[in-house]
């Protein structure tokens, strides 16, 4: 799929805009919850595994369905505890929403 049509069906906005950070972003948005100890709680969490299987240099330019794919493989298969076992259905639904929340975000912003 190309940019421009990726653009078109995610309706990003602003091409200047497309070429942030997508981890960067996500950060800015979970300190923005920091008044809300267990919902920035959740969002650090997020944080902290979308570290692992996102590049510091992924853009918004590069979000498709194939990311979206990875990130979910992540939670679903790889993603751990600080105990080393698996995230519990709760933990991984709460960390995805976050993403998905995030990703909502940036498309309203543009």
């Known amino acids: 799929m190309t940019k421009l049509k990726l653009r078109g069906k995610h309706r990003i906005k ?9 981890l960067a972003f996500f950060l800015e ?10 919902n920035y709680g959740n969002w ?11 590049s510091p240099t992924f ?3 590069e979000v498709d369905d194939e ?6 493989h992540y939670f ?12 519990s259905l709760n933990s991984k639904y709460s960390y995805l929403n976050k993403f998905r929340a995030a ?5 309203e912003e543009g």
């Open 29 to 38: 948005k979970t300190e923005e919850k920091y008044e809300s100890p267990k």
């Open 76 to 87: 679903d298969t790889k993603a751990l505890t600080k105990s080393k076992l698996p995230l």
């Open 59 to 61: 853009t918004f330019d």
């Open 44 to 54: 650090t969490a997020s944080f902290l595994h979308l570290k692992r299987c996102v």
């Open 103 to 107: 990703l909502r975000l940036a498309f």
């Open 14 to 22: 602003n091409k200047h805009k497309g070429q942030r950070c997508f």
């Open 67 to 72: 990311f979206l794919k990875k990130v979910r």
